[in-house]
């Protein structure tokens, strides 16, 4: 009943439509950073981010010397996965909730104005929520 009379709202003009596409995707966007900063750990992720920076600094001063730049490559691929493994945790979790948030919602915003467009708008607002939200979460 709920979802008939949400669904009803959105189609109902191009100006709702819009507006609940942006409340849409910022109540997503907010549960992905949450769950995000809910299950990261943050100093873990800081530490191998600045590591990573260091690395990065070592191999720029030691552009000549081949040798040392095979290991200090060799350090930075050593690295990679326990960041992969931080970093896939929160998808690992969200992703199941999201393909069926996106399954309801191509199957509204498709019978409206936007059309094809909606996910157009979705991403574009997402990306504007995420850059906030990440920063008020210090996830960056």
Avoid: C
Wanted: aromatic share 14%; glycine share 2%; proline share 2%.
């Amino acid at each position: 009943m709920v979802l008939e009379f949400l669904t009803e709202f959105i189609k109902s003009s191009t100006t709702n439509s819009i507006i609940s596409l942006i409340i849409i995707s910022f109540l997503i966007t907010f549960f992905l950073t949450l769950i995000t900063w809910l299950v990261t750990d943050r100093e873990k992720m800081k530490e191998l981010r600045d590591k990573q920076k260091e690395l990065q600094r070592q191999a720029k001063e030691h552009k000549g010397n081949q040798e040392k730049l095979l290991e200090i490559n060799k350090q930075m691929m050593e690295q990679m996965p326990e960041m992969m493994k931080h970093s896939f945790k929160p998808m690992l979790i969200t992703f199941i909730p999201v393909v069926i948030v996106f399954y309801v919602l191509r199957n509204i915003y498709t019978q409206t104005n936007l059309g094809g467009w909606w996910i157009l708008y979705y991403i574009i607002f997402s990306m504007i929520f995420s850059f906030i939200l990440r920063k008020l979460f210090k996830l960056q």
